[in-house]
């Protein structure tokens, strides 16, 4: 505290010579081990560094280091919202894995509007960060393209389009294990409800319930399908209409989470208990979902790895192996039980 205080009084801004003078070590020693995109040292020369510089009340200048880099260590971040819980859970793993690489990441939203997603990048690289990862990612959107023409750094997540560096879930694994667990239990008259067909994801989960079906030789009830958005309202619309007639499933798999939150207010509207008369699967395990008054089966992604291979992905420059999978795992709970 009295040296902060003396440098004040003195009106002279601490510099790393200062801190090399007070540790007794050479500038570029100072810099090395205060740079946060470094693995931290836990040598005593590092300690004795850190401690003079906190001693000093030593503040780097982000400012002069990023103009002598070339960089600004910040990395932009796009996601469709906000208010949706995977994609707020993915960006907050996404800064908490930036961090620990020294960068800070700055998050902008669009839906899933391709001109919105466009404005949004365009909004990111004009402040100058170091790469995108962007979720954003529509089938068939011209943006990733533009990115590889421009040489743009950038790693597509949660969804992908076949051709960028990509950190997803293997998501036709997730609809085949969610699909899989049913059957296992004895369910034969599956439906689903599958979510939008711009999505890789989606798409993928959809394969995995297909190659379920078919390998167990169950039919496929296309009354039974219901391609939707990513909501509750989605969900129980959807839900609803499945779930209304004599000639219902036994068992809905649900591509996320909201969906079949959703399909359980449509049940609860019909007088139907979820678990007793219609079993039900989602996907991404949600904070949420283990805590419903039925617990909720579901598909876990495990977003921190995800998110720290966007990261890494991003980071290297993706030389090598540009797709990462992370693997999905299915979380058994009360909504799901054996067929009666």
Same mark, same amino acid.
């Given at each position: 505290m009295g040296n902060q205080s003396s440098s004040?009084?003195?009106?002279? *801004?601490? !510099?790393?010579?200062?801190?090399?003078?007070?540790?007794?070590? +050479?500038?570029? !020693?100072? +810099?090395?081990?205060?740079?946060?995109?470094?693995?931290?040292?836990?040598?005593? +020369?590092?300690?004795k560094i850190r401690e003079a510089a906190k001693q000093l009340g030593y503040r780097r200048d982000y400012v002069a280091s990023s103009l002598r880099r070339?960089? *600004?260590?910040?990395?932009?971040?796009?996601?469709? @919202?906000?208010?949706?819980?995977?994609?707020?859970?993915?960006?907050?793993?996404?800064?908490?894995? %930036?961090?620990? &690489?020294?960068?800070?990441?700055?998050?902008?939203?669009?839906?899933?509007?391709?001109? !919105?997603?466009? @404005?949004? *990048?365009q909004s990111l690289l004009d402040r100058r960060v170091d790469g995108l990862i962007l979720s954003t990612c529509r089938l068939g959107d011209r943006l990733p393209q533009q990115l590889r023409e421009k040489q743009i750094n950038h790693v597509l997540a949660l969804r992908t389009d076949g051709i960028s560096p990509s950190a997803i879930g293997d998501d036709e694994l997730g609809g085949y294990l969610a699909t899989r667990h049913l059957l296992d239990l004895g369910h034969r008259e599956i439906g689903?409800?599958?979510?939008?067909n711009f999505s890789s994801s989606t798409l993928n @989960?959809?394969?995995?319930? #297909?190659?379920?079906?078919q390998e167990a030789q169950a039919e496929?009830?296309?009354?039974?399908?219901?391609?939707?958005?990513?909501?509750?309202? %989605?969900?129980?619309?959807a839900g609803y209409e499945i779930l209304n007639s004599p000639?219902?499933?036994?068992?809905?798999?649900?591509? $996320?989470?909201?969906?079949?939150?959703?399909?359980?207010?449509?049940? &609860? @509207?019909?007088? #139907?208990?979820?678990?007793?008369?219609?079993?039900?699967?989602?996907y991404n395990d949600i904070p949420l979902v283990s805590r419903l008054p039925i617990p909720l089966t579901s598909v876990k992604t495990p977003l921190d790895q995800l998110a720290s291979h966007?990261?890494?992905?991003? #980071?290297? $420059? &993706?030389?090598?192996?540009?797709?990462?999978?992370?693997?999905? *795992?299915?979380?058994?709970?009360?909504? !799901?039980r054996p067929y009666r």
């Open positions: 004040e009084q003195n009106g002279r *801004t601490i !510099t790393m010579q200062d801190v090399a003078r007070a540790a007794g070590v +050479s500038v570029s !020693t100072v +810099s090395r081990v205060l740079d946060e995109r470094l693995p931290p040292s836990r040598s005593p +020369s590092a300690e070339g960089d *600004t260590g910040t990395i932009g971040v796009l996601v469709p @919202r906000l208010t949706d819980t995977v994609t707020a859970m993915f960006y907050e793993a996404v800064s908490q894995a %930036a961090a620990r &690489h020294g960068y800070f990441t700055v998050v902008a939203t669009c839906g899933n509007d391709p001109e !919105t997603e466009e @404005r949004a *990048t689903i409800i599958a979510g939008p @989960r959809q394969k995995g319930f #297909l190659r379920a079906m496929v009830n296309p009354q039974w399908w219901r391609d939707s958005d990513f909501t509750i309202v %989605a969900g129980e619309n000639a219902r499933p036994s068992a809905i798999f649900a591509v $996320n989470d909201d969906l079949a939150i959703g399909v359980m207010a449509a049940a &609860h @509207r019909l007088g #139907l208990e979820i678990g007793r008369d219609v079993s039900l699967v989602g966007a990261v890494e992905l991003l #980071l290297s $420059n &993706h030389v090598e192996n540009p797709q990462r999978y992370s693997l999905p *795992t299915l979380i058994p709970r009360a909504s !799901t």
